[in-house]
């Protein structure tokens, strides 16, 4: 039965943010922690992603004081009614992980990255989440020959396990990218992950984020990996956004490129219950440059109100009419059936 799931939101701090690229510095004035909790519930979202370092200062000072720290910043959450959906090692910025973490050729770089993973699962444990996402930046090459390759996938699953087996309670998400920042990610799609994940020392607590734009920079379908880890009861969160070609990873407005799409996406997760067993529907995207301070959370109301607006066009599709276009292999018809629907003409 499709339908069950009552859609709650999420999205991490980092969409509120003040406009620098990698050509040019910050436009925006930046926005208070604090400042920012309070605009979740009035934007409509009633949950946070986090990295590591967002919830702390810094994961690099004595254990204690990073552990009072997400104490605190557990009480912000609970003062403004929010949830902490889950929070991810931000592995990418350090100087030890230049060139990776859990498959950097380095064995201090490492050691590094699983310290930090381990902290990470600590302060997730004061945030009350289990999920722990791993969108693994700088695992991968600029130069080909620079790793060994199926040394770097070993690494990958014993790095997975360490983090399952430091703490039972835990579930590890991947969140794959083809490239950018490296040339070549390790584990480039949700497929490749999701092969990592029957591999691991508890399969059941290992599963997937997918991001509408990391889909499409792999030149595939969102909806349809979507579908491929549903099927795998494996897709726990997601970062719906739009993407217009094979360029950076743009992180527009949902449904803002291509709106047939993003109800491709609602429409998979609303037939497949998605959110019945307390997923968000997370959006990962980014202000543009050009936005005023005032106008640079508009992406994130917007993003949610298209997502609410294509529902209703899902659960006013005709499936009687959708069923015969599909048994008579009508499949132009079936086209124009959609796009009218999305123009209210069907
Ligand atoms: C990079 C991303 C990131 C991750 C985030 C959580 C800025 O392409 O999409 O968002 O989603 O770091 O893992
Ligand atoms: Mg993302």
Same mark, same amino acid.
């Given at each position: 039965?499709?339908?069950?799931?009552?859609?709650?939101?999420?999205?991490?701090?980092?969409?509120?943010?003040?406009?620098?690229?990698v050509?040019?510095?910050? $436009?925006?004035?930046?926005v208070?922690f604090?400042?920012?909790?309070?605009?979740?519930?009035?934007?409509?979202?009633?949950a @946070?992603?986090?990295?590591?370092?967002d919830? *702390?200062?810094s994961?690099?000072?004595?254990?204690?004081?990073?552990?009072?720290? +997400?104490?605190?910043?557990?009480?912000m959450?609970?003062g403004?009614g929010?949830?902490?959906?889950?929070?991810?090692?931000?592995?990418?910025?350090?100087p030890?992980?230049?060139?990776?973490?859990? !498959?950097?050729?380095?064995? %201090?770089?490492?050691q590094? +990255?699983?310290?930090?993973?381990?902290?990470?699962?600590?302060i997730?444990?004061?945030?009350?989440?289990s999920?722990? *996402? &791993?969108?693994?930046?700088?695992?991968?090459?600029? *130069?080909?020959?620079?790793?060994?390759?199926?040394?770097?996938?070993?690494?990958?699953?014993? #790095?997975?396990?360490?983090?399952?087996?430091y703490?039972k309670?835990?579930? $590890?998400?991947?969140?794959?990218?083809?490239?950018?920042?490296?040339?070549?990610?390790?584990?480039?799609?949700?497929?490749?992950?999701? =092969?990592?994940?029957?591999?691991?020392?508890?399969?059941?607590?290992?599963?997937?984020?997918?991001? !509408? #734009?990391?889909?499409?920079?792999?030149?595939?379908?969102?909806? @349809?990996?979507?579908?491929?880890?549903?099927?795998?009861?494996k &897709?726990? =969160?997601?970062?719906?956004?739009?993407?217009?070609?094979? %360029?950076?990873?743009?992180?527009?407005?949902?449904?803002? *490129?291509?709106?047939?799409?993003?109800?491709?996406?609602?429409?998979?997760?609303y037939?497949n219950?998605?959110?019945?067993?307390?997923?968000?529907?997370g &959006?990962?995207?980014?202000?543009?440059? !050009?936005?005023?301070?005032? /106008?640079?959370t508009?992406? &994130?109301?917007?993003?949610?109100?298209?997502?609410?607006?294509?529902?209703?066009?899902?659960?006013?599709?005709?499936?009687?009419?959708?069923?015969?276009?599909?048994?008579?292999?009508?499949?132009?018809? /079936?086209? /124009?059936?959609?796009i009218? =629907?999305?123009?209210?003409?069907?």
């Amino acid at each position: 039965m499709a339908g069950k799931a009552q859609f709650r939101f999420s999205f991490g701090p980092w969409n509120i943010h003040e406009g620098a690229d990698v050509f040019g510095p910050a $436009v925006r004035k930046p926005v208070q922690f604090a400042q920012k909790l309070k605009l979740y519930k009035k934007l409509g979202f009633d949950a @946070v992603q986090f990295h590591d370092d967002d919830a *702390v200062a810094s994961v690099d000072v004595p254990h204690e004081r990073m552990i009072k720290e +997400a104490g605190e910043m557990r009480r912000m959450l609970d003062g403004e009614g929010l949830a902490a959906e889950f929070v991810a090692p931000r592995l990418w910025e350090h100087p030890l992980t230049i060139d990776g973490g859990y !498959t950097s050729n380095d064995p %201090k770089a490492r050691q590094y +990255a699983l310290e930090r993973s381990k902290k990470t699962i600590d302060i997730a444990r004061v945030l009350g989440t289990s999920n722990i *996402v &791993l969108w693994p930046a700088r695992e991968g090459v600029y *130069v080909n020959e620079s790793k060994d390759h199926r040394l770097a996938a070993e690494r990958f699953v014993q #790095a997975v396990n360490a983090m399952l087996d430091y703490d039972k309670a835990i579930r $590890v998400l991947g969140e794959m990218k083809p490239n950018e920042p490296m040339d070549q990610s390790y584990l480039p799609t949700t497929g490749h992950f999701l =092969s990592i994940c029957y591999l691991a020392s508890d399969p059941a607590r290992v599963g997937v984020l997918i991001e !509408t #734009a990391h889909a499409l920079l792999a030149g595939l379908d969102p909806a @349809v990996e979507m579908a491929f880890a549903l099927f795998h009861r494996k &897709l726990w =969160s997601v970062h719906l956004n739009d993407q217009n070609g094979l %360029k950076f990873d743009e992180d527009r407005i949902f449904g803002a *490129v291509n709106l047939k799409r993003a109800f491709d996406q609602v429409l998979v997760l609303y037939d497949n219950d998605y959110g019945a067993g307390g997923e968000y529907v997370g &959006l990962d995207v980014k202000a543009l440059r !050009t936005q005023s301070d005032e /106008l640079a959370t508009r992406h &994130l109301s917007g993003s949610r109100e298209i997502f609410l607006q294509l529902l209703e066009v899902v659960k006013k599709i005709d499936r009687r009419r959708l069923e015969e276009l599909r048994a008579s292999r009508n499949y132009e018809d /079936l086209e /124009l059936f959609i796009i009218k =629907s999305l123009m209210g003409k069907a």
